[in-house]
């Protein structure tokens, strides 16, 4: 089953996608993943991506559609969750190409109902443990032991640059122009589903477990 969690940065996305990738073996691609990487190992798509990312704006749609199509094949079995991805009409349109080359559709389109001024203070908070990139928050959700990561023991932590309240605000403008508009051509289609988003990570999870299983 091939699904999309659609939402503005900090709505949790990222930290569902993993949940079902533990719970129903599902392949999580994330495009912004995907670009951390390519900046990481200073490749030419890094090298591009990375000015633009510290801004909080977009990646173009060609890099984009090309990094999903590379590991599209990798997600075949229980199927995909594409986490930031697509976030243009340009590249829902790209993704529903690529699905249908391989006989695949999309089942859900979720959108994660969120309050914008919440997730500013959810993503400034945010951290994460260098080793095994453990999730934490300087307010909500700190390690038992300051400065020990729970589940690794590691002393190193780690945050995004595109982290602060800046560049933020840009990133939520972005999605406000650019990826909202996208629901009305999934909407036509029937795909649509709405999940409250500032609930607790496991209510938001039960809500999308409701609508995968179809309950
Ligand atoms: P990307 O990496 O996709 O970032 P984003 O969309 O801004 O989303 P985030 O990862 O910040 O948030 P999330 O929704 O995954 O939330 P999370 O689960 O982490 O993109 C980064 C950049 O890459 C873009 O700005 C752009 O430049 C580029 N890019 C990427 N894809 C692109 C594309 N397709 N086209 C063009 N450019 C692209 O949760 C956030 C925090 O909240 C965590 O601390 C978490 O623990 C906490 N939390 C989560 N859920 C809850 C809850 N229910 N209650 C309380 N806390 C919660
Ligand atoms: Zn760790």
Known sequence: MDIILLGPPGAGKGTQAQRLVETR???????????????????????????????GELVSDAIVSALIGEHLD??????????????????????DMLLSERGRNLAHV???????????ERITGRFTCATCSAPYHERLKRPAIDDTCDICGGHEFKRRPDDNEQTVRTRMAEYRAKTA???????????????????????????????????
């Not at 691609?29 to 990481?40: E, I, N, Q, Y």
């Not at 990798?74 to 993704?95: C, M, N, V, Y």
């Open 25 to 55: 073996g599902m392949v999580q691609l994330s495009t912004g993943d995907m670009l951390r990487a390519a900046v990481k190992l200073g490749t030419p798509v890094g090298l591009k991506a990375k000015a633009v990312m510290e801004a």
């Open 74 to 95: 990798q997600s075949s079995g229980k199927g995909a969750i594409f986490d930031g991805f697509p976030r243009t009409q340009h590249q829902a349109e790209a993704l």
């Open 110 to 120: 979720i959108e994660l109902e969120v309050d914008e001024e919440a997730l500013v």
């Open 181 to 215: 508009p996208i629901l009305p051509y999934y909407e036509a289609r029937g795909l649509v589903s709405r999940v409250e988003g500032m609930a607790s990570v496991e209510a938001v999870a039960s809500q999308i477990d409701a609508i995968l299983d179809g309950t």
